[in-house]
């Protein structure tokens, strides 16, 4: 009996694929001396006497039987289909190997033996296990969920080593695409009951690759410092922690070599090439050393420069074009003047203009010509305008921000404006954009709007800690897209320790399916107003508001629109009792001429307009564009108070360079009113009317920290006045107008940074609030002191704080103090800083630190701001 044996195979195979060592022979020796060489080994020819004699060949025998054993899952007769032996068939022992190596090719079994009984063969086999389960360890970079549809392994499945290294290379793979290449993958297998196994993915990611060091040879005109400034790719520093710029990715390498070639094409190099680019891993496989060879050429300047247009009513001049002859040349100049008699020939209705620079170039007199030929084209006209994404908004909802109608000429313009629009609802992706696709005929277009849309509702159950509030709870419904209409319905409610309020709002951005907003909003607003003794806040007074206001706004033309407003509300402003009254009247002793004057109940029924320009690229996030709004409220059509309102408010953004955005901002406002005079050292405007400033929309201050006011300074036990501000009580008294200017860049991070919702900024302030009739003053210099007798109950008044006579009983004793009047100034106050935006978790979180560097006498500037929880 001959027996061909794989005896062990399996764990021998699982070794070699473990430690990635070579499989092990598919014969057992004794079998392999049986066979002959594939290939003989090339000898001198002999002489044919000097040959040896021929080794006997194995005699042929016949097949009777072939028997199948150790099967389970697989059919016995499965088992035979896989090996061409048949019964009735001769066979050699080298057959018998070529039968042993067909089974095993098949990946079905983990060992295999062939017995021969005198032409009965049995064959003995064991299948490969099943999977149970597919295991990842190690991964902390990656989630499973990014792995998984890596492996083609499955759960009951049947195990093949060939499956395993396939995902080992595609998992080794998925980290190097994340720039990940020391990352190593070991697969192993725990045995399990039942013929079934555990497939186990030990990773270890092993730290990011980066670029150590970017070396350019062949620069003499620029230095390698420039050149990289200009790539994408940053050599590792410590500094970059918070950028991805110095990953290695291959795909960015050959992107800085195009940006290395728009970098001197810019500069006049028009000959300037990158002649290799190579990419070393260091030793440690932690890095990258990356090297530039490149050719600078000669520079160029620009040569005659011509147009030569075929469209009948668009003949562009040469000397309007950005490109001038004798300049230095410039692709981008190029670039951009291409665009831009593109975009010209769009307002003429021309849509698919094309603009072909030709370029001359004289290498004698290192001059570039260009003629740009726009070839003549068909006026176009919108043949369709195609929406595609939306699933919630409906149709109407897009089509209604296209300044394009379809039979109207086209007009690139008007494209991009519809583009914007529709950005800014704030329903889609960000970046979008409207193709343009040829319609049924070559005066026709297609305009296609590929949205996707973004989740318009907002549920926020928030707790947070402000500087201003403290402790803040915040539950608030919102709904910018209501019903897929663009209907916002929102409802709120406030909770802090100094301030409650609950409002309900709705609008309706096209009322009756034309271009008018209505909306409407009830509100009840709960204020405590507070000042500070020894860094203790105290409550000064309360004001309930409970109101409504209604509006409607049309548009005027693209950017100018209109909107009107009503709006009624009733004010109950007090002061606590026990605190600050005597004899059931507020106290000006206790409290100052200023509060009491605040309290009591009135109504403020208001109507009011503004007008508004508004031309930004986005309103939620603008990067360019400006916005104009000059509104004016009239109070007196009923109610108790009277005036009229004015401010107004300008912005400018713009991108000054890359991806920074800057933006001027200006606001001011003016309270006139139409009452009389209430008496000396009372202001026509009352208290709860006026304007503040501070914290936060003046960085650097307090929350009205800045402005007129008056501050209560006590006196020591020598006489002396305390000038210390933990120790001042001080009340903000507002004013009749103020101004206020801010100059702000956002300074763009990185790809991690920006996904994190990271927004940070540097900006300077500078502003008032003043115009205020001077109060009257209190001042006690030797205090006060109240008496009230035990028996006549008469109250006996002491300027001093001297205790009580025998049979009287102090009410209450008021140390001696005097009130000084700041801050009523129009000139400006100034403050610097930096602040930090945040998506977060929790909310909206807005960091500001800023110095103020010009302030007045009474101001309270404030160094460090944070918010959580509270819109900014």
Known sequence: MVAIEKTGFRNRCLTALLLGTALPALVTPAVAQTRRPAVQPTQAPQPAAALAPAAPVAPAKVIKTINVVGSQRIEPDTVRSYIKLRPGQTYTVEALDDALRELLDTELFSDVQIRDNAGDLTIEIQENPVINRIILEGNKRLKEEKIRPEIKAAPRQIFTRSKVRADVARIIDLYQRQGRYAATVEPKMVTLDQNRVDIVFEINEGPKSKVRQINILGNEKFSDKKIISEMATRPSSPLGIFSSKDSYDPDKLAYDQSKMRQFYLTQGYADFRVTSAT??????????????????????????????????????????????????????????????????????????????????????????????????????????????????????????????????????????????????????????????????????????????????????????????????????????????????????????????????????????DRNIAVGGDIFRRDLNSFNFINQSRQTTYQQVTTGLQLRMGVPITEYWSFAARYGLSYDDVSLDTATYYFNGQCDPFLAGRYLCDAIGKRTTSSLGYSVVFDNLDNRIRPTKGQRLLVSQDFAGLGGSVRYLRTTVDARKYWKPFGNYVFSVQTEGGYIHSFEKSRGAGLDKVRLTDRFYLGEPQFPGFDIRGIGPRVQRLFYDTNGQLITARNQVVDDSLGGRAYYLGRLELEIPLGSGAREMGLRPSIFAVAGSVFGMTKPVLNSLPNGLTRCRDNVTGVVTEFQNTNTCATGTTSIFSVPAFEERYFGDSWKPRVSVGFGVNWRSPFGPFRIDIAKALIKRDGDDPKLFTFNVGTQF
Do not use: C, H
Not at 379 to 396: F, H, L, P, S
């Open 279 to 512: 990419a070393e891993l260091t030793p440690d496989k932690r890095d990258f050393i990356v090297t530039y060879v490149v050719e600078e050429g000669q520079r160029y300047k620009f040569g005659d420069v011509t147009v030569e247009s075929e469209l009948r009513d668009y003949k562009p001049k040469a000397e309007s074009l950005a490109t001038k002859k004798g300049a230095w040349y410039n692709a981008k100049q190029v670039e951009d003047t291409v665009e831009g008699l593109t975009e010209a020939a769009g307002l003429f209705g021309y849509a698919f203009a094309e603009v072909n620079p030709d370029f001359q170039r004289d290498k004698d007199t290192l001059t570039m010509s260009i003629a740009y030929k726009i070839a003549d084209a068909p006026r176009v006209y919108v043949e369709r305008i195609d929406i595609n994404g939306n699933t919630v908004t409906q149709d109407k909802v897009v089509r209604r921000e296209f300044r394009l109608a379809e039979g109207d000429p086209f007009n690139s313009f008007q494209v991009k404006r519809s583009s914007d629009r529709i950005q800014s609802l704030g329903f889609f992706q960000e970046k979008l954009e409207i193709e343009q696709k040829p319609g049924s005929a070559p005066d026709r277009i297609v305009l296609e709007a590929n949205v996707e849309e973004k989740a318009t509702g907002e549920l926020q159950l928030s707790a947070g800690f402000s500087s201003l509030e403290r402790f803040i709870i915040n539950f608030s419904i919102r709904q910018r897209n209501f019903r897929g209409k663009g209907q916002e319905l929102r409802a709120s409610v406030n909770y802090s320790q100094y301030s409650k309020s609950i409002e309900l709002g709705f609008t309706e951005p096209y009322f009756l």
